[in-house]
């Protein structure tokens, strides 16, 4: 007994060359289909130079497009002339030029006479399939597909959504149920002559010509009417990503292919010298391992997930432009603190001994990035230019967060700065964001200018501001949020820095001993009753005291506004 290889080629015919006399050389007959849209220069070439070869025929060529009728044409005339040519067959095993054997031919004959009677071939219903990709599963076998899903896409989506809108379907041959599978099986003599040769097939034949991708449905049906023993799995290893498309074999799969112990595998880089110099040039082994890419499944879904989602916090193209494909906005938590600056004298220098973190100022101001220490570049080429940050500020704040992952970083924000990352941050799970709402007019304050330009200010910064603390209160908000009014917060301001300081978490947990130089705030609150007489309500401040000091008793603090995701 002998197995019989068809192989359908389209390109690669070097490739193509030397695997086919690998098979012959083994004592396996080849059949060979090769694409009518070859040159046919190139195919008198290919034909000429295998003619040599008496173990080597040439079926009939047909057009063969992905998902139409000829790949199923191009295998039935091949395999009927392997059954004419070559009565010893038993096994006919179909293969493409891109196949590569990865084990010795031998193994594979040993293998299959020690089952004659089994055939190899994926072969499932449509409910039990996971892998159809494009929203056609039951469709495919019961709506019409004329025109090619690559070459006329429109025209094949367009006629998609007809047949569903006017209700048409296809009426099923009687008998057949349909199955899909892989298009790369091994049949029995038995099973392949009754699917070759059965009068219904005209039947049959029509049927398919309509249905879409019917090299992954027709041999997967008709074989259930026949076979008498199928192990529903492919004796070749071919893998595929989340988009349908198949994963190609280079250099560095090497000892990933040894691993799976499959027979065959595609699809392989043409140029991938050393797997052909490894598979193909390696002496007979005995390994009597049954194919299991089960073995090498883990590291596909490994990679898959990386294509998919990718690494927390980094951007990559294959996910980029999908919105939800981010896998986390940012790479590591990161504090922003929201009136704390305008607030407190010298806030980042505390903030940075009492934590260890590494505290900017606002990153996000009009003129300038104010990284902490006044640095101009920091890791990661990012610059301190507000044009190059305005450019794309969610990209900046990831870059900055991703090139220097390990370290806390925390950041200053107010109503000045670049509104547009507010949402970001406000997404991040990350972000850990402390807001003392109405600090803003701390500054105003103290500057001493014109009062009508100070009322102005004041009206444009808290209505940027209640924006940005509505947008906070959204149900999609998952940063970690806590917010004060600046009244409830100067009554004792101590706890709720002890709370920020406990959850940046740089240094062991423990009481704090000093508080950062709050600013003198005389006659803030007057400052506040006289912008309420000018006709502008400041309201984010809180139930702020008119007093000319506002008290700091010891009064514990009322608990925050908290968000907490």
């Known amino acids: 007994m002998s197995v019989g290889i068809v192989m359908l080629i389209h390109t690669a015919f070097g490739r193509a060359e030397q695997v086919a006399r690998h098979w012959t050389r083994a004592g396996c007959p080849v059949v060979i289909h090769t694409d009518v849209t070859v040159a046919s220069k190139a195919y008198a070439d290919f034909r000429e130079r295998l003619s040599d070869d008496p173990l080597i025929r040439f079926s009939r060529r047909h057009r063969c497009e992905w998902g139409t009728w000829g790949l199923v044409a191009a295998s039935q005339d091949a395999s009927e002339l392997m059954l004419a040519e070559f009565p010893d067959v038993r096994h006919v095993y179909l293969a493409s030029g891109s196949c590569l054997p990865l084990r010795p031919v031998e193994e594979l004959i040993d293998y299959l006479a020690e089952r004659p009677r089994t055939d190899f071939i994926e072969s499932a219903t449509t409910s039990e399939v996971p892998w159809t990709v494009g929203g056609l599963d039951e469709e495919r076998f019961t709506m019409r597909f004329p025109f090619s899903w690559r070459r006329h896409r ?250 220097t992952r390990g370290e806390r970083q925390c950041f200053q924000f107010g109503p000045h700065d670049t509104p547009s990352v507010n949402w970001f941050t406000g997404r991040d799970p990350n972000a850990q964001i402390s807001i003392v709402s109405g600090a803003w007019a701390v500054p105003l304050f103290r500057s001493n200018r014109d009062f009508a330009d100070l009322r102005r200010e004041a009206a444009a910064l808290q209505k940027v501001e209640a924006k940005f603390l509505d947008e906070l209160r959204s149900p999609d908000v998952k940063a970690r949020i806590r917010i004060w009014s600046m009244a409830e917060f100067i009554e004792a301001p101590m706890e709720p820095l002890q709370v920020i300081v406990d959850e940046i978490g740089q240094k062991a947990q423990r009481r704090l001993t000093e508080a950062p130089r709050m600013a003198d705030l005389a006659g803030f609150g007057q400052f506040l009753q006289n912008l309420k007489n000018q006709g502008m309500h400041p309201y984010l401040m809180g139930d702020f005291p008119v007093d000319p000091a506002p008290r700091r008793g010891a009064t514990p603090a009322k608990k925050p506004y908290l968000i907490k995701r």
């Not at 090498?296 to 294509?307: L, M, P, Q, S, T």
Request: aromatic content about 14%; hydrophobic content about 40%.
């Open 154 to 403: 429109t025209l094949f989506d367009r006629f998609v959504a007809f047949q569903r809108r006017v209700g048409y379907r296809r009426r099923i041959p009687r008998g057949l149920v349909p199955h899909m599978g892989s298009q790369w099986w091994c049949l029995t003599r038995q099973t392949l002559s009754a699917i070759l040769q059965d009068p219904k097939r005209p039947t049959y034949d029509r049927y398919f010509r309509s249905v879409w991708i019917p090299d992954e449905s027709y041999f997967q049906t008709l074989a259930r009417l026949y076979s008498t023993n199928i192990e529903s799995r492919s004796l070749t290893l071919s893998k595929f990503d989340f988009q349908g498309k198949p994963h190609i074999f280079y250099d560095d799969h090497l000892q990933l292919l040894r691993r799976s112990d499959c027979f065959v595998a595609r699809k392989i880089w043409p140029r991938a010298q050393r797997l052909y110099d490894a598979f193909l040039g390696e002496a007979a082994a005995q390994n009597q391992a049954e194919p299991n890419p089960g073995k090498i499944d883990r590291i596909f879904a490994k990679a898959v997930d990386r294509r998919t989602r990718g690494r927390p916090g980094l951007y990559m193209q294959s996910r980029f432009p999908n919105w939800g494909w981010e896998n986390g906005l940012t790479a590591g938590k990161y504090s922003v603190f929201h009136g704390f600056a305008e607030l407190f004298e010298d806030f980042e220098t505390w903030l940075a001994r009492a934590t260890d973190a590494q505290v900017h100022g606002h990153l996000f101001a009009p003129d300038r990035v104010h990284y902490a220490g006044g640095q101009t570049l920091v890791n990661g080429a990012l610059s301190d230019s507000a044009a190059i940050r305005d450019a794309n500020p969610r990209a900046f704040l990831t870059n900055l967060i991703w090139n």
